[in-house]
């Protein structure tokens, strides 16, 4: 899927989470319940390889994966964790079949506690049921990484202790990395210079 694909893509899933609420008022109790009833409804109305080719991908000439959690939580829940684990280990193994180490880059923006708490068997079991995972990740990249992140570690800590030395994190800088990333600026400034 092309950049232009995928950011088309989004839209419509973003529109799709938009008319969820507007037929279903945001309630302010209760809120992870609804948000789990918005994501089977978007679930069930998209393509899930679409939509997990969205979220997340390999960035083209590198041992990179790059995971959006933002895309994700329109849809991720615990009925398509067993489809997204195996779509995101078939990234890991195709890497892994070209590079001898990987890197996985993850935009972490909104996420919170109550995410972490909603999504934390989905996490662990990443991590618990793919050894690969720990011994050939070389690096893991946090964009946009919420001030909580010593207690989301906390909770999560069981899983990911071995990680934790392999991570960087970024902060207010994390548009401009991510554009580093994917070679964004170097493109724009090809295209103003033809």
């Given at each position: ?31 992870n319940?609804?948000?789990l ?15 997990m080719?969205?979220?997340?991908f ?45 890197e ?41 990484t ?5 207690q ?31 070679d964004i ?10």
């Amino acid at each position: 899927m092309d950049p232009a694909e995928r950011e088309y893509y989004h839209k419509q899933i973003v529109e799709a989470k938009n008319k969820f609420y507007d037929n279903n008022i945001k309630k302010t109790v209760f809120k992870n319940k609804q948000k789990l009833e918005c994501t089977q409804k978007v679930s069930q109305d998209f393509d899930i390889k679409k939509m997990m080719e969205c979220t997340v991908f390999i960035v083209p000439n590198k041992n990179v994966i790059y995971y959006n959690y933002l895309i994700f939580k329109l849809y991720g829940n615990e009925s398509n964790q067993p489809i997204l684990y195996r779509y995101f280990k078939g990234l890991v193994e195709t890497l892994l079949s070209q590079y001898e180490t990987f890197e996985v880059h993850v935009n972490l923006k909104s996420f919170s506690i109550s995410a972490c708490r909603r999504y934390y068997s989905m996490i662990t079991s990443s991590f618990d049921d793919n050894t690969l995972f720990t011994e050939k990740l070389s690096r893991l990249v946090i964009y946009n990484t919420p001030s909580i992140i010593d207690q989301i570690t906390t909770i999560l800590y069981a899983t990911v202790k071995d990680v934790v030395p392999k991570t960087v994190y970024y902060y207010k800088e994390s548009e401009a990395k991510i554009d580093e990333l994917f070679d964004i600026r170097q493109q724009q400034q090809q295209n103003t210079t033809k």
